[in-house]
Each structure stands twice: as structure tokens, then as C-alpha cells.
């Protein structure tokens, strides 16, 4: 949906989605699966039989479909056919620059499962949605590391949606005096491969856990950029930061800890760094009021029940707090960046 468009909806039927909101996913999901919008699309539109027929199944769930999809708005009937609508041209054609296939899949086959658990994690103060993902350590992270399938589709959308982030943040930000930046948690290189392309100058080195560094070094296929990107295997929270880095980067980390974790890791970034030094917080946030957005909303549930038991979207002001009280006494803060997003810079 674009930022500046509105649905609507009657109160009655908003709070239909909230409580039919799981029937209202699968609608999406299966949708994708089945490749119904693709089908509509190439056909200029369908009917129930027809679309039965292009997907082979009987015609009954096929009217299902497009009966759910229609009253969500995705599909719109036009003389006595289906065609797709123009949020779903827009968002959910897997041609479109801004598929969220990614995101659908990562809620689908990693999330989804967790959330009945907020309740007892709000009671519990900690990640119980975990239970449902056998492995090490206490974060969704490390337990990634025991699910190659699964950690490929949560880097699939975590890049995905890095890499849409990253274009606002080059365009508000001046990289041109970075000579060498460290991503910590820097997943699977999608920031320092942005930055990397975007500077020739520039060196990233990414700093995250051991298969995730493989994961992302498999990626890099350009010599030059092999060049320029470096892997440094490690756990940002308590290994030190690799050292000869004039900027640091913590790019969607901020969301995932305490503030007071958050605070311990800022004081390490700003102890690896030269005075003059930058560390970039960029994340997903809140607004100051704790009001909003959606976004920020939906997201924090998943910090708390699955992803660490301890963060959430913050406020722009919370980061700036943040740095300032791990010792950077200069900091800017640009906000209104796009996608929900701020950049809070501490400077050394
Ligand atoms: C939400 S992802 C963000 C990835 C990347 N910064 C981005 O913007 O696309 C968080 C990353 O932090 C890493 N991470 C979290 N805790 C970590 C720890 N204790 N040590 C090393 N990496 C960690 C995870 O492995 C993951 O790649």
C-alpha cells in the first residue's frame, strides 16, 4: 500500500480483519502459493472456472478465493471477471519491485507460529514463543543458526527489506569521509553490499554470528566487492568490535535489545572508535508520543515473543538517549526517512 493512499473501511469490518486476521493472512499467503494474482494477471482477468481450471482445482475453492480475495480488496470484479487491483499490481505481483513475497514468507514459515505466546510472554517479561524453535542460545538469531531452511528465508526478507531502507538512508546520509565502516549484526551483507556499491573508496567489514557470515560471504560474487567486504565471525555482545573502523554501523539492532543492552553495546562502538568517529543507529521506530506507527505496532510483539524477549520499534528520542548515555556528546537525529525509519549518528 502506498504510504500516501488510504482504505477504508466501517469500524465493524476493521474489527472483523483484527479478529479474522489469520483467515485474512492465509487468504494472502495462499494466494501467493498458488500463484492466483500471476494467473489473473497473464488472462486480463478470470472467472471462477476459468481460474479452477488455469490452477487446477475444483471450481468451489476457487470461487472461495476470489470471493475473500475481492472483499479484501486485492482482486476487483469487472463485467464478469477478477482482475487483480492496483495495490496487489503494486505489492503482491512477484514482478513487482516491491513484492512483499519475503515478508509474507518470513511471518508464515518463522513468526506466524510464535505469536499465541505474546500473552505469556508479556506475563513473563521474555521470548516464550521461542519453545516452538529447538536449538541454541536464547535469540531467534542463534536458533537460526540450527535451521539453514529457515534462516534463508528470514535473511531473504531481512535483506530485502535492508536493501529498500538503504536507499533513503544514502540519500540523507554522507558516506564520502567513511574510509572503513563495521556492520555489527550485519545479517547477510545487504547494508555493507549497498554501501560497498554505492563507495569505491569504502571498506565494510560485517560482524555477526559464524553462519551468518558464511551466508553472507556466499553471496558476494564481484572480485571488488569480495575485496572490499570483509567477515569478522563473532558475538557482538560480548567479543570486541574489530578494531581500525572510522564509522560504525548498527542498522535494525537497536530494535532487538534493553535499553540498557542497547546502551553496553553503544559504549563498546564508541570505545572502537577514533574521536571523530560515527556510529549510525538505524532501525524501524516509534514515534516520540508512543503512538504509532502501525508498523511499529505490529513489529514489537514479534521483538518480545520471539526474536529476543527484550526489544521493541523505540523512538528516535530513545536512541539519542542511548548514545548519549554511552558517551557520544554529539549526535543528529533524521527522521521522516521512509519506511518507518530513523538515523540517530553519535559522534566521538
Ligand atoms: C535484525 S537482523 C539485522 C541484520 C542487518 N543489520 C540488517 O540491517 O539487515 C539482526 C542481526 O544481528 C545479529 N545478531 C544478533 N545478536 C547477535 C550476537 N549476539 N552476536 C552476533 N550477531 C548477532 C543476527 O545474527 C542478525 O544477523
Sequence with gaps: MGTDRHVSLTEADYLRLLVHGTTAFELVRASLELEIFEQLDRAGGMDPARLAEAIDVPVQPARVMLLGLCALGLVDKRDDVYVISRMTRDKLLRSSPRHLGPLVDVQAKVINQAMPDLAESVRHGTNVGLRHLPGPGT?????LTAHPDLQRVFYTNMGDASRKAFAPLAQCY????????V??????????????????????TVFDHESVTRL?????????????????????????????????LVFHIFEIWSRERNTELLRACRAALPDGGVCLVYNFVSNDAGTGP????????????????EGMAYSAADMEQAL?????????RYEDM???HALVVGRR
Excluded: K
Design 174 to 181: 554522507d558516506f564520502s569521509t567513511v574510509r572503513h565502516a
Design 338 to 340: 521512509g519506511f518507518s
Design 216 to 248: 553472507a560471504a556466499d553471496r558476494i560474487e564481484d572480485p571488488d566487492l569480495r575485496r572490499r567486504i570483509r567477515f569478522h565471525p563473532g558475538d557482538i555482545l560480548t567479543d570486541p568490535l574489530p578494531a581500525g573502523a572510522d564509522a560504525v
Design 324 to 332: 548519549r548515555d554511552a558517551g557520544f556528546a554529539h549526535t543528529e
Design 294 to 309: 502501525m508498523s511499529a505496532g505490529l513489529v514489537s510483539p514479534y521483538f518480545l515473543t520471539l526474536a529476543s524477549g
Design 183 to 204: 556492520d555489527v549484526g550485519g545479517g547477510d551483507g545487504t547494508n555493507a553490499i549497498e554501501l560497498a556499491r554505492r563507495h569505491p573508496h569504502l571498506t565494510v
Design 139 to 143: 535469540t531467534l538469531y542463534e536458533r
